[in-house]
């Protein structure tokens, strides 16, 4: 019985990834790789998985065409000075220190 409460309670825990809003500050892409990561300033980062130590949020995959719609987003809310809000993915899959990016919503 006890077991099955356990898995119960681990079932329904909610997994937490990062989240933040702000504008874009920087935005890295890295020679060797393709890597491409950036910050944001304005707001803090919440919510992060243990593993996202460093402040900055990382494009899992460049070469799909969800991290070039990513990228694109990411260089036009620069660009335009606009607001966005960006939702981790729990993991860090590509680097171990930075949440991958679920989604990305521009802001007015």
């Not at 803090?44 to 990228?71: F, L």
């Not at 960006?86 to 991958?100: K, L, Q, Y």
Request: proline content about 2%; overall charge positive; aromatic content about 8%.
């Amino acid at each position: 019985m006890k077991v099955l409460f356990l898995l119960l309670v681990l079932a329904v825990s909610p997994a937490f990834a990062g989240k933040q809003t702000g504008k874009v500050d920087m935005v890295i892409v890295r020679a060797s790789d393709g890597l491409i990561y950036f910050t944001l300033s304005g707001g803090s980062k919440t919510d992060s998985p243990t593993c996202a130590t460093a402040g900055y949020w990382m494009i899992r995959d460049e070469n799909s065409n969800v991290g070039k719609q990513q990228y694109s987003m990411i260089l036009t809310a620069h660009a335009s000075g606009k607001t966005v809000t960006v939702s981790g993915a729990n993991t860090c899959s590509r680097w171990r220190d930075g949440e991958d990016v679920d989604y990305i919503q521009l802001r007015q």
